[in-house]
Structure formats: structure tokens, C-alpha cells
């Protein structure tokens, strides 16, 4: 049973436009929410993360949310960039220890 | 400046043999994870350390091991390589505290022929 949930395998959006990608998760033991971003032949980068103290962290383009009682949380791309298209994967830990990770989104920004 | 390497970045093995995968970190941190990434099925973790000498099962950890005997290492040891082996492995490191991230090394591809 995946502990982390990524239902989309891909999303493609159009350059400057709002790019939505989603998670769910099943533990609710978990208290911290990160996403990573990876390219092709490389280690995935953190990108942004948030705590169940939380409901919303932002970084420039990007901002998280998080809806603990729904158990679900997404990341928010805004405008979408060419360099943004890359493998987005979602991960849960408690206290900040293991990190279970989704499959991944595949985002597609097309010029 | 601090980093997390892998070596090697590419591997070919035959089936029954043992290879060994290894991570170094300079950062000094204590959590040191090792993962596979296969389609479909995302990251999943094989074994992680919290420090020295303290190694643990994660999801995915049969015909895997690995030792901690210093802080900077954590090795990842295919016993007897199985095809099913053949797979895109990461190391990571985390602080040992709450609401730290982890970091990654690029990765290394393993294939078992």
C-alpha cells in the first residue's frame, strides 16, 4: 500500500500559465511535506517544503499547500517556465526521518 | 563546499555476483538514506542510518545491506545481484532534526545482466 500518492503520472501546461500538482497521503503520523524536482540523469533537488503546523508556504513561483484533514497537499507553479518540466515527486516523514516518497508527476511546459 | 557523491555513476554486473555501491557525504550528517527509483513506483528506501554503527530496514531491503562505520559513508551491498536489481540507485543525507530535507547524490544506474 503506497503511504504517498501522486494519481496524475503526467501533466502538461502551457508556458505562463498555473501549473497544480497533486498529493495524497494515507499516514497520519506524518508532520512534514516536501517536494523535489528532478531532471534526467540527475538526484532529485529539493524544492519546497511544509509543516503540519501549516497550511500554505510559498518560494517565488512556487507555494504549497496543505489540507490535513483531507490528507492531501499540492504544489502550485505560477507562471510555469520550460525549465520547470521535470519529474515532480512528493514526500511525507515524521520528525523529519524517513522520507516516504509518490511515484512522481511528470510536469511538461510547453513554449 | 559539502556534498554527497556516488560511485559509480554507471554499473554493469553479472547475475550472482556482489557489487558494492558507495555514498560519501560531507556535510556530517548523521541520517544517510539509500533508495531505488523504478517507473511506476517512485523512490523507495532500502536501508537508512541515524549514525554509526546503527543500520535499518526500509521498504524494499532484501538482498541489500550496508554498514555505517563512520559518519561521511554508508555503502549499499548487493549480496548476489538479481536481475531485478537493475535499477537507478540514490543516495541521501539528512540533519539529524526535525524538519530537515534530504540531499541527494546524482545517482547511480545499476545493471544486472
Known amino acids: 500500500d503506497q503511504q504517498v500518492k501522486q494519481n496524475s503520472p503526467s501533466l502538461s501546461v502551457q508556458e505562463g500559465r498555473i501549473s497544480i500538482l497533486n498529493c495524497d497521503y494515507t499516514n497520519s503520523m506524518f508532520d512534514y511535506f516536501l517536494w523535489y524536482k528532478k531532471y534526467p540523469a540527475e538526484g532529485p533537488t529539493f524544492l519546497i517544503s511544509i509543516s503540519s503546523i501549516k497550511d500554505k508556504n510559498e518560494d517565488g513561483r512556487f507555494t504549497v499547500f496543505l489540507n490535513k484533514s483531507a490528507k492531501h497537499l499540492s504544489l502550485h507553479i505560477v507562471p510555469s517556465q520550460p525549465g520547470d518540466s521535470a519529474v515532480y515527486f512528493c514526500?511525507?516523514?515524521?520528525?523529519?526521518?524517513?522520507?516516504?516518497f509518490g511515484p512522481g508527476t511528470r510536469l511538461s511546459v510547453l513554449p | 563546499d559539502a556534498e554527497i557523491t556516488q560511485s559509480p555513476r554507471h554499473k554493469i554486473t553479472e547475475t550472482g555476483r556482489q557489487v558494492t555501491l558507495a555514498c560519501h557525504q560531507t556535510w556530517n550528517h548523521n541520517n544517510m538514506f539509500w533508495y531505488r527509483q523504478d517507473l511506476g513506483h517512485g523512490l523507495r528506501l532500502i536501508h537508512y542510518?541515524?549514525?554509526?554503527?546503527?543500520?535499518n530496514k526500509g521498504e524494499v531491503s532484501d538482498g541489500y545491506s550496508v554498514s555505517r562505520s563512520n559518519t561521511e559513508d554508508l555503502p549499499l551491498t548487493l549480496e548476489s545481484a538479481a536481475s531485478s536489481q537493475t535499477s537507478v540507485y540514490f543516495c541521501?543525507?539528512?540533519?539529524?532534526?526535525?524538519?530537515?530535507?534530504?540531499?541527494f547524490g546524482q545517482g547511480t544506474r545499476l545493471t544486472v545482466v
Open positions: 541521501a543525507s539528512s540533519r539529524d532534526r526535525e524538519l530537515s530535507e534530504a540531499f
Open positions: 514526500a511525507a516523514s515524521h520528525y523529519g526521518q524517513n522520507f516516504v
Open positions: 542510518s541515524y549514525g554509526v554503527q546503527d543500520t
